[in-house]
């Protein structure tokens, strides 16, 4: 397969088409190999519209939506970037020159990603996805949705940061964005996608009688 020839028919029929104009994210969308974050087996999905298996229940987000996330979170040069559960992200926000950590709670995700994200400069932290590591980010990214605001995220931003997440509590979610200010922090809802909740970001159940 041309995995080259499949990144550009990507771009212009699942980015370029659905409002995605910042030419840097088209640039560095082009230039990472989508094909490596895939289950072994998986690469030929790589490049279709689809949630590609990457080991166990995580899947990759449909690049549509994830170029969209980016591209809300208006990265700039040499910021810093936290990816939770979002592999192919950091190598993405790599591309467009962040500097890049990606964290997992298992470590078999990085059995099948690690080597791409290496040759992308990101680092790597095997922790709880419901603890972020470090502080101070300028931006936090996650390719999986989350059941309710994520608070412990948005500690973890600078005053200024950004986080670009899906919250989802049914069969729909809404992408949405965060920015952290002095006084508080906004939200502003950005568009439909529906990807899988991670099970460490959905609260335990409260009963009451």
Known sequence: MDYVA?????????VRVNDVTDRTLQAALMAVPRERFCAPGQAFAAYGEVEVEIAADRRLMQVREVAKLIQALDV????????????????????MKASVTAQEAEAGVFEVVGSALADAGVATVTAPLSQPTGGDWDIIVSEGAVAARPTAWLAALRVGGRLAVVERTGPNGRAVL???GREGVSRRELFDAAPPVLAEMTPAPVFAL
Not at 6 to 14: H, N
Not at 76 to 95: D, F, I, N, Q
């Open 6 to 14: 499949a990144r550009k028919v990507m771009v212009d029929s699942q």
């Open 76 to 95: 700039r040069e040499g910021e810093t970037a936290l990816a939770v559960a979002g592999p192919y992200a950091a190598a993405v926000l790599a591309a």
């Open 178 to 180: 965060y920015v952290k």
